[in-house]
């Protein structure tokens, strides 16, 4: 049983700054990459931003610069810190932790997401 504990949403205005984290626990044998997602009404998720165990990063092109995505390995937690908010990253947030399970396959995990309301 994998799970994942998202917090750090919320309302913030225009130009404000959150701190999204993601704690991973739970039966798996490792754990190749952790990123966050979003979904607003009518659209499909998409990523935000995705670290891998090398350290390298990615990120969609609308947060360059604004946000940035961190990793604890000892804690298996992710951050996003999100900085210069604007009215469109307003969506629904989730945490994705891609990992070999036990039984050595792999697999997406996600989170339950959190709501990021920003407000202009």
């Known amino acids: 049983q994998v799970q994942l504990v998202e917090s750090g949403g919320g309302l913030v205005q225009a130009g404000g700054s959150l701190r999204l984290s993601c704690a991973a626990s739970?039966?798996?044998?490792?754990?190749?990459?952790m990123g966050w997602y979003r979904q607003v009404p009518g659209k499909q998720r998409e990523l935000v931003a995705f670290i891998i165990n090398d350290g390298s990063t990615n990120y969609v092109d609308s947060v360059k610069g604004r946000f940035t995505i961190s990793r604890d390995n000892a804690k298996n937690t992710v951050y996003l810190q999100m900085n210069s908010l604007k009215p469109e990253d307003t969506a629904v947030y989730y945490c994705k932790v891609h990992a070999l399970t036990l039984s050595r396959t792999l697999y997406n995990y996600w989170g339950q997401g959190t709501q990021v309301t920003v407000s202009s």
């Open positions: 739970g039966s798996m044998f490792s754990i190749n990459g």
